[in-house]
């Protein structure tokens, strides 16, 4: 019985790599993108409107990364 060896070329994809590199910079530049619009609104509320929605002003942009980054 003969067997046939078959190689495939396991070379890199240039092209699958760099789309998937644009890929994940869109994504990053998105992600920053709704962590600044996020900060910046929390940040233009009054003390007496932060407190009412239980956020203090030193602990906004810990809320904002845990909103964006990880959610």
Known sequence: MAHM?????GGI???A???????KIKEAY??????NRTYTEL???TDR???DI?????DISD???DHVYCS
């Open 5 to 9: 060896a078959t190689a495939t070329h």
């Open 13 to 15: 994809n240039l092209v």
């Open 17 to 23: 790599r760099f789309t998937d590199y644009v890929a």
């Open 30 to 35: 998105a992600l920053r993108a709704e962590y």
């Open 43 to 45: 940040q233009s509320l």
């Open 49 to 51: 409107e932060l407190h």
């Open 54 to 58: 239980g956020v203090r002003r030193c």
């Open 63 to 65: 809320i904002v990364r």
